[in-house]
Each structure stands twice: as structure tokens, then as C-alpha cells.
């Protein structure tokens, strides 16, 4: 089984400020990881996802994540963000073994960009 | 393309009532799955289908729910005897198969169901 922590349930941050969000998973097998952001009122949509190879991943609206082993990290970080940053981000595992790919979700980190 | 709908958007129903809540996935999805976004647990699996293969049903937290794929294509999650702590999103999202690995999931907009 696997379990997934995002430390901060909730992180305000000014426009153009750099942001980072964090991730920990714990996991007997080797996982995929993925980063899922959902504006209000909508379902959840792919950033980024980690399978294999380069450890630092690059996604969609300028995020990146980097892949830790050592520590089971996967922050996810942004240089810069705008105002319509402001969503909730969702850090998810899933065993690699199972071909079915079901998502082990965190709890969620909501984004609030300030002017 | 048309992405993942579920219907009905919102659902109010009081304790004791079955419900059904439907998912038509993105087409030529072979995969699809049911989750469930609460404020107590977050955001859960409940189910899998994948092709003609037997569900995986390792997420149902009860035998008031239960879930069918017609045709390979759209699903209906039944919840039978519906119960406060049932109120949450429930989320569908399909994906492809690529390779033996089941591809991204999309995910519709989510039922918002509230029981009485």
C-alpha cells in the first residue's frame, strides 16, 4: 500500500514570488508520481508525472517537479506565479506493478496568489 | 475532443435513497475510474474497469455501492440505501492503454452529491 503527505494544507503567496509545494510518499514497490491542480469548479487536470528517467520534470504553466528517492520527495516548485495560479494542487502515487495505474491521492495543497 | 461528462452535475437526495450518478468517458478510452472527493477523506479509488476484464472493486468502502460499464463505453455508479457520510464528489476519469501502462487519467467535472 502506499500513502501520500502534503505537508501544508494551505500556502499564500505573492504574484511573482516563487512557490514550492510539497510531497512525501511512502511505498514498499516503486511508484509513478504525479502532480494534479483543480481550479474551482472543475476536475482535476494533469501538471506534470514522473515515470522514469530525468528526475526533474518539467509540466504544464511552468511548473516543475524533481523526483527524490532517498527522501520520497516530489515538490513540485514555480519561479514565478500569477493570480491564476490559484487553485488546489494534488500530489498522487500509483504502483508501478499495477497496470491499472489507481491513484493514491494527498490530501491537497490549495495555492492562494496575491496581488 | 469532447473530455470526460458525468451527469448529473449536482444531486440532493435524502438518507435511505438509491441514486445513480453516470460517466461517459473520452472515446476510445479503454480504462475507466471512479473516485470519490470528500472533505473528511480527501480524494479516494472506488473502482476500476479496464476493457472486458472483471472491475476491479478493491476501493467500494461498502456493498451499497456498486458500478457497471455498458458496452465498454459509459458507467453509472449506483449508491443504494444512501447515507450522510456518502455526501462528496465523485469523480470519473478515463485513460488508454500504451504499452501495458494505462496513460494519463482525464477527469470530469465531478457529481456533487449531498444526502439529506
Known amino acids: 500500500a502506499q500513502s501520500v503527505t502534503q505537508l501544508d494544507s494551505q500556502v499564500p503567496v505573492f504574484e511573482e514570488a516563487p512557490v514550492e509545494l510539497r510531497c512525501n510518499y511512502s511505498?514498499?514497490?516503486?511508484?509513478?508520481l504525479f502532480w494534479y491542480v483543480q481550479y474551482p469548479n472543475q476536475g482535476l487536470q494533469l501538471l506534470l508525472k514522473?515515470?522514469?528517467?530525468?528526475?526533474l520534470v518539467k509540466g504544464i504553466n511552468g511548473f516543475e517537479a524533481e523526483f527524490n528517492k532517498s527522501q520520497t520527495s516530489f515538490h513540485l516548485r514555480k519561479p514565478s506565479v500569477h493570480i491564476s495560479d490559484t487553485a488546489e494542487y494534488f500530489c498522487?502515487?500509483?504502483?508501478?506493478?499495477?497496470?491499472?495505474?489507481?491513484?493514491?491521492f494527498g490530501g491537497g495543497t490549495r495555492l492562494m496568489v496575491k496581488p | 475532443g469532447a473530455g470526460v461528462s458525468q451527469s448529473p452535475s449536482n444531486k440532493v437526495t435524502e438518507k435511505g435513497k438509491d441514486v445513480e450518478l453516470r460517466c461517459d468517458p473520452i472515446?476510445?478510452?479503454?480504462?475507466l475510474y471512479w473516485y470519490r472527493q470528500s472533505l473528511g477523506q480527501g480524494l479516494e479509488f472506488l473502482i476500476y474497469?479496464?476493457?472486458?476484464?472483471?472491475?476491479?472493486k478493491s476501493g467500494l468502502p461498502s456493498d451499497r455501492f456498486s458500478a457497471e460499464r455498458t458496452g465498454g463505453s459509459v458507467s453509472t455508479l449506483t449508491i443504494q440505501r444512501t447515507q450522510q457520510e456518502d455526501s462528496a464528489v465523485y469523480l470519473c476519469?478515463?485513460?488508454?492503454?500504451?504499452?501495458?501502462?494505462?496513460?494519463?487519467?482525464?477527469f470530469g467535472p465531478g457529481t456533487r452529491l449531498t444526502v439529506l
Open positions: 514522473y515515470l522514469s528517467g530525468s528526475t
Open positions: 474497469f479496464q476493457g472486458n476484464s472483471a472491475p476491479d
Open positions: 511505498s514498499s514497490v516503486s511508484v509513478y
Open positions: 498522487a502515487v500509483s504502483d508501478i506493478r499495477n497496470a491499472g495505474n489507481m491513484l493514491t
Open positions: 476519469a478515463s485513460s488508454q492503454l500504451a504499452g501495458g501502462y494505462t496513460d494519463t487519467q482525464y
Open positions: 472515446s476510445g478510452h479503454t480504462a
